[in-house]
């Protein structure tokens, strides 16, 4: 079992910076792939960004050369470093882990979940 739990989300206006965490227990992320997903208010929960279990990452187009998805095996936590947000970054995020994973951009790749963070931009 793997626990995971969400920090860093907030309010922020265009063009600013968040960092959003992802820390773990009950396993050590480094033998997991770990994702970011978002889902707005009537949306479907979209691929963000990913990290394999052997540290290669993948991203949305959408995000590309915004966001940087980072592991700090220490710390046992993944980080989602936002920049230059948009008001359609706007969602809930949601972190997930998949144990020996390769980062594939699927839901249903991923067994275990963080509850979610709000992310808001505002114009």
């Given at each position: 079992q793997v626990q995971l739990v969400e920090?860093?989300?907030?309010?922020?206006?265009?063009?600013?910076?968040?960092?959003?965490?992802?820390?773990?227990?009950?396993r050590t992320l480094s033998?997991?792939?770990v994702a970011w997903f978002r889902q707005a208010p009537g949306k479907e929960r979209e691929f963000v960004s990913s990290i394999s279990w052997l540290d290669v990452t993948y991203y949305a187009n959408s995000v590309q050369g915004r966001f940087t998805i980072?592991?700090?095996?220490?710390k046992n936590t993944v980080y989602?470093?936002?920049n230059n947000l948009k008001p359609e970054?706007?969602?809930?995020?949601?972190?997930?882990?998949?144990?020996?994973?390769?980062?594939?951009?699927?839901?249903s790749s991923y067994e275990f979940w963080g509850q979610g963070t709000q992310v808001t931009v505002s114009p």
């Amino acid at each position: 079992q793997v626990q995971l739990v969400e920090s860093g989300g907030g309010l922020v206006q265009a063009g600013g910076s968040l960092r959003l965490s992802c820390a773990a227990s009950g396993r050590t992320l480094s033998e997991c792939a770990v994702a970011w997903f978002r889902q707005a208010p009537g949306k479907e929960r979209e691929f963000v960004s990913s990290i394999s279990w052997l540290d290669v990452t993948y991203y949305a187009n959408s995000v590309q050369g915004r966001f940087t998805i980072s592991r700090d095996n220490a710390k046992n936590t993944v980080y989602l470093q936002m920049n230059n947000l948009k008001p359609e970054d706007t969602a809930v995020f949601y972190c997930a882990a998949d144990i020996f994973g390769s980062g594939r951009a699927l839901v249903s790749s991923y067994e275990f979940w963080g509850q979610g963070t709000q992310v808001t931009v505002s114009p």
